[in-house]
């Protein structure tokens, strides 16, 4: 059972840097206009002044960008981005598929890349990269964290998955995933995604543009979060992971806002702020596969 009072990251002082960092960014997207990016800067920073420490990095981004549109009038301005990135993504699609029919395991190489396609976020200051080079990296990385068997293994003898999605352009890679999840066991998938804009976060509209109904039902959490908070998500999104007997779960996000959730978890991400790379006891960069009841015996 869901308790609103658990499983989530608390807000630290680098995340108020951050999310004026962000702000900056995604005002620069919107508009040229100085006024106005100053004007958004200035009350985005006046909202942090008077947010609870106790806040969840999720919820107060929903509130940030909320700002942002309102002010800017782009009520997405991420919007071409996205499309971008799902167009880039797909176009690697056969070669991808071509490529795991000669890996001697492509479920591991799958999830590798699934991981690898994390990197997609343009809430973060990521840089420069190539897709290519991504999927190149990704074949040649292990998981920091590796729970990989204990995934395989789930797999295996699952009959209900949630897929929680988190980024346009990466989930081209969770499709794949999903894919050679299902040359394994016919079982079935429902795939999550955001109820409205908030960066580039996957939505209805994304999902449906790379393909992902072919292989999962899609269905909406209802909040504009970049992030799962199942006690004000939707009645659907709530049924399906209630019913499912594995969670699969992607990006930081999703790990802030459900990292102590009681259920089959298995988070696939890369440790994108030293906030959570210092709770996870990683690198920043590093890419991880957690198996939360695993998490949990750890200690």
Not at 47 to 67: D, G, I, M
Not at 263 to 292: H, M, P, T
């Amino acid at each position: 059972m869901w308790n609103e009072n658990r499983g989530l990251v608390k807000l630290h002082s680098e995340c108020f840097h951050c999310f004026l960092n962000q702000t900056r960014e995604a005002v620069k997207v919107s508009t040229h206009d100085k006024e106005i990016m100053e004007r958004a800067v200035n009350t985005v920073q006046d909202f942090l002044w008077h947010v609870s420490p106790q806040a969840n990095p999720p919820e107060v981004a929903q509130t940030v960008y909320r700002l942002v549109r309102e002010i800017t009038g782009d009520k997405d301005p991420y919007f071409s981005l996205k499309e971008k990135y799902n167009r880039l993504a797909l176009g690697l699609y056969p070669g991808i598929k071509e490529r795991l029919q000669g890996e001697n395991n492509p479920l591991k190489t799958a999830v590798k890349l699934a991981a690898a396609g994390n990197i997609i976020d343009f809430g973060i200051g990521i840089g420069e990269f190539t897709l290519e080079e991504v999927i190149d990296k990704a074949l040649l990385t292990e998981f920091v964290v590796n729970d990989y068997a204990e995934f395989a293994s789930s797999v295996s003898t699952a009959s209900k998955i949630l897929y929680v999605g988190d980024n346009a352009g990466e989930i081209v890679f969770d499709r794949i995933l999903i894919e050679e999840m299902k040359r394994i066991r016919d079982f079935d998938v429902t795939f999550a995604v955001r109820g409205g804009p908030i960066i580039n976060d996957v939505n209805i509209k994304d999902a449906l543009e790379v393909g992902m109904d072919a292989v999962a039902e899609i269905i909406s959490s209802g909040l504009d979060v970049p992030g799962t908070i199942l006690s004000r998500s939707s009645k659907e999104l709530i049924r399906a992971y209630a019913s499912a007997d594995t969670v699969i779960v992607k990006g930081q996000g999703n790990y802030e806002t459900l990292n102590e959730e009681n259920k089959n978890i298995f988070f696939i991400l890369r440790a994108k702020c030293q906030v959570v790379a210092r709770e996870l006891k990683v690198n920043l960069g590093d890419q991880l596969l957690i198996s939360q009841k695993k998490q949990w015996s750890r200690g």
